[in-house]
């Protein structure tokens, strides 16, 4: 199971950190990823975090957002920092075939 939060409103500029806490199964091994969605559109793939740590980002957040992970929580995050209108989609935490439930990102002044 993955559980994501942190999601909210906030201004164009500003920044948010999201957070996946997994329970039934150990992330130590396995690569994570963020996906977005906006509604009416399909799903893309944001960045991602191997178990290896080396982390790969789409070019529209490169530099802008950080993808990381505790093993130790159990928990991958996602810092997303000078957030652009651009950036509202429910973000879904990703790893194989499970998926959280989403939780919203909505940049807007």
């Known amino acids: 199971r993955l559980v994501e939060s942190g999601g909210g409103l906030v201004m164009p500029g500003g920044s948010l950190r999201l957070s996946c806490v997994v329970s039934?199964?150990?992330?130590?091994?396995?690569?994570m990823a963020w996906v977005r969605q906006v509604p009416g559109k399909g799903l893309e793939w944001v960045a991602g975090i191997g178990s290896d740590l080396r982390t790969h980002y789409i070019n529209s957040v490169n530099g802008r957002f950080t993808i990381s992970r505790d093993n130790a929580k159990n928990t991958v995050y996602l810092q997303m920092n000078s957030l652009k209108p651009e950036d509202t989609a429910v973000y879904y935490c990703?790893?194989?075939?499970?998926w959280g439930q989403g939780t919203q990102v909505t940049v807007s002044s």
């Open positions: 039934e199964f150990t992330i130590t091994v396995t690569a």
């Open positions: 990703n790893t194989g075939m499970y």
